[in-house]
């Protein structure tokens, strides 16, 4: 069982930047996949990010690519998303969410993949 706690989350102004991170409080991290999705008000949960559990690998939604980066630090047993250049519509509830295989090479964007997710931490990104 891992139990995931996001934090970093706020109040930031467009064309600035926040660092969030995904810590498990119970368990660890440590080879899982990790991804990040992003949920707005009246839409539905979104990709954003994900890394491979040996963190060689990661992919981007096309909304964010070029700005945001994942990473992840298995001996801290967290994952973290850095957001660049932010802009309004980066205003959302963002999750982080754990694959319960250990697989190195494993990436997925698909929330369906995902086996354990956090309570999410409110982004909004004023103009």
């Known amino acids: 069982q891992v139990h995931l706690v996001e934090s970093g989350g706020g109040l930031a102004q467009a064309g600035g930047s926040l660092t969030l991170s995904c810590t498990a409080s119970?368990?660890?991290?440590?080879?899982?996949?990790m991804g990040w999705f992003r949920q707005a008000p009246g839409k539905e949960r979104e990709f954003v990010a994900a890394v491979s559990g040996s963190g060689g690998r990661t992919g981007f939604a096309e909304s964010v690519k070029g700005r945001f980066a994942i990473s992840r630090d298995d001996a801290k047993n967290t994952v973290y998303l850095q957001m660049n250049s932010l802009k309004p519509e980066d205003t959302a509830v963002y999750y982080c969410?754990?694959?319960?295989?250990?697989?190195?090479?494993?990436?997925?964007?698909?929330?369906?993949?995902?086996?354990?997710w956090g309570q999410g931490t409110q982004v909004t990104v004023s103009s």
């Open positions: 969410a754990a694959d319960h295989v250990p697989i190195p090479w494993a990436l997925t964007s698909r929330s369906e993949d995902y086996d354990y």
């Open positions: 119970e368990g660890t991290l440590s080879r899982l996949p």
